[in-house]
């Protein structure tokens, strides 16, 4: 366990941290999941629909940092060529 001040803030930090990670990393992965479902039940006006709210996750995401600028953007083009197979 820490000691010294400083060190008991930082696990403090680290905590609440992966908490927010965890529940950023459960939510990207249920929204992807939830369209690439929509892809396979082949229901193009939903998966077009819901498509939009995915990139919106991947773009908040991007922006605090959780994952890369380029991951996002190579995700936002994966997402968009599987669908773009459905029709």
């Known amino acids: 366990m820490p000691r010294t001040k400083s060190a008991k803030k930082a696990l403090r930090q680290t905590v609440r941290r992966r908490e927010q990670n965890l529940i950023r ?17 082949e229901t193009k006006a939903d998966a077009q629909a819901f498509l939009k709210e995915t ?3 991947i773009d908040k995401m991007a922006k605090v940092n959780f994952i890369k600028k ?6 936002k ?6 669908l773009k197979v459905v029709a």
């Open 70 to 75: 380029g991951k996002a953007n190579r995700m």
């Open 25 to 41: 990393e459960k939510k990207l992965k249920d929204t992807v999941k939830k369209f690439k479902k929509l892809v396979v039940a």
């Open 77 to 82: 083009s994966r997402l968009a060529k599987k």
């Open 55 to 57: 990139y919106k996750t």
